[in-house]
């Protein structure tokens, strides 16, 4: 069996120069994927077209010698399938109909995961599309980060609407983390069976919470999932990325149970070295800013990151998406440093 460099370092065996995907690696950054966009409905037909999906999901291992695709969706892909409506206005990010106390009961849990087939499908075309040395990476948002979106209605830089509705309303609250586990234990065994190697877990708002706030919301709903997901797939690679964690982090891994943990970029080098089990596989964590500027400032950057993790299992990535504003030359020079130093 060929061995995929990525999966085997999730699964905690270091390889010589660490494997590379980056997040939201298919997106505005690419002509051909404003050109694929430009020919949908819109950002969620997109999603719910499998031929399309498929299509983006492989232009950036085209143009790149990364060592992953990710299927092309969206984490509010879950709040669209539960019923509430979700909408992508042009350059203004996702708009919800925000959900309150009285309308959690109206979720359709039951029909979410015939919603979400065509993402399956996407799943199922890319495994027989990749070569056999990369790895499938699969995802959902985490239960916090998607309810920051389903109670406030769209993004913001603190999340207050979600984190007054979770301590002024606990059990509508509580009913609602409930509903979201259990969909993406579903969506994310599903996925597995569709041909994904690997699952992340985007929780993109494990910040500006108390450490109570952080354990009941983002450590428990995530350990959940993987307990969850792992009775169904036994031993099921799962990648964490509580993305603001700080302080939080090594707690998040150890008491989450994810095989390795997204760092990032914010996170100080020496932090894994510091607080981490010594194997735990980390991922991370360049800041996409320094791949906009390019040149010797990104350059040193990413021989530092490698050099602070080169005593464990590592993949390189960013420590958060990929901005619009990247320019294409720059990711190839990333990835050539990354790959032959
Ligand atoms: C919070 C979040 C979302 N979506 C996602 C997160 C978690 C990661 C993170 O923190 O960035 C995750 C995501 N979104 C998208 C992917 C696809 C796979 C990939 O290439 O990584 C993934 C893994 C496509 C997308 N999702 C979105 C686009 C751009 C939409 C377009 O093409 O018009 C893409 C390519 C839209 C989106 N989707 C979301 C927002 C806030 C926005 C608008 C802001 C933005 O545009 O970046 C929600």
Redesign the pocket.
Known sequence: MTVKPLLATVLGERQARPPIWI??????YLPEYRAT?AQSKG?LDLCYTPELAIEVSLQPLRRFDLDAA?M?????VIPDALGQSVR?AQGE??ILDPIDETSIASLTPEKALDHLAPVLETLKGLRAALAPEKTLIG?C?SPW?VATYMIGGR?STDQAAARLFAVRHPEAFGQLMDILVQTSIDYLVAQFAAGADVVQL?E?WALNLDDQAFDERVINPNRRIVEGVRAKVPNAPIIGFP?GAAGNLARYAAATGVNALGLDYATPLDFAARYLPKDLPVQGNLDPLRLVAGGAQMDNRIDAIIEAFSDRPHIFNLG??IVPETPIENVARLIERVKNG
């Open positions: 997040m939201r690696q298919a997106g505005r966009r950002f990710i092309f969706s969206d984490i509010l992508f990010g996702p995802f948002g980060t993004g985007f993109s993305r958060h998406g």
